[in-house]
């Protein structure tokens, strides 16, 4: 399963790294010169299977989906994934990535 992502340390990345790495999905590091984002933002993704997923919100839901159809985690852990990815995304925005008077994080 080959999934590229294209991001930094600075962007919402971590936290796809974060849950491929809960999920035990293999992510690698995208040239960055290559961004296939339509706005060329980060973080953005791509799969063996020509898919490309952007926005951090729509990457964690397509981790966790990726998974569950794969047969990785039964309910009981998919249900936490979910859960932790809503809290992720909601509440460590404000903590993690501070927006300057430029409006950039």
């Known amino acids: 399963m080959a999934l590229t992502l294209y991001g930094s340390q ?18 690698e590091a995208g040239d960055l010169s290559e961004n296939p984002h339509p706005f060329n933002q980060m973080p953005c993704l791509t799969d063996e299977n020509d898919v490309t997923v952007f926005e951090s919100g729509a990457i964690l839901n397509y981790l966790q989906s990726k998974a569950e ?11 936490a994934v979910a859960s932790w990815i809503a809290w992720a995304n909601a509440s460590l925005d404000p903590i ?5 008077p430029e409006g950039k994080v």
């Open 96 to 100: 993690c990535f501070l927006e300057t």
């Open 10 to 27: 600075g962007s919402r990345s971590p936290l796809v790294n974060w849950a491929a790495n809960e999920l035990n999905l293999s992510v």
């Open 69 to 79: 159809k794969k047969g990785m985690h039964g309910d009981k852990k998919m249900a």
